[in-house]
């Protein structure tokens, strides 16, 4: 068995400069570290229980199965944030028919970020015996 210490998703945006805007300015995650010099360099986010490094660059956007989940304590309240920060809402909050309630934004390069609430009575929230 592989013993994994730490992981994080990896991000190769077209334009990294404006990728580290939306995700360090517009989103307002924190930063965990940086490394390298000039606009390819990369910076590593912090991701709740993860991280998301942005670095290098692609020539293509990414994949459109490939996408982003962010829970969030209130996605109301993430809503009106990301409104005043000028971010793109896609879709705004909606309670699923699973129960979670969602908001889809997408970052510059089209890459789908479900921004998800997960409600106190919602079975992700039980956990039999603890």
């Known amino acids: 068995m592989v013993h994994v210490l730490s992981s994080r998703t990896l991000l190769c ?3 990294p400069e404006r990728s580290r805007a939306f995700y360090g300015e517009q989103l307002g995650l924190a930063v965990y570290r940086e490394f390298g010099t000039g606009p390819e360099r990369g910076t590593v986010y912090f991701l709740g229980g ?5 670095s290098g660059r ?3 956007p990414p994949s459109p ?4 989940w962010l829970q969030v304590e209130d996605v109301a309240g993430a809503y009106q944030e990301l409104l ?3 971010v793109e809402i ?7 028919p699973w129960g979670l309630v969602e908001m889809w934004i997408a970052d510059p390069d ?9 409600p106190e009575d ?9």
């Open 122 to 130: 919602h079975p992700m929230r039980y956990r039999p015996g603890i």
């Open 84 to 86: 005043s920060s000028g």
């Open 58 to 60: 692609s020539p293509t």
């Open 65 to 68: 199965p490939v996408q982003l």
């Open 50 to 54: 993860g991280f998301l490094e942005v």
């Open 110 to 118: 089209g890459l789908k970020i479900v921004i998800v609430e997960v």
């Open 90 to 96: 896609v879709r705004p909050p909606v309670k699923e």
């Open 13 to 15: 945006p077209t334009d």
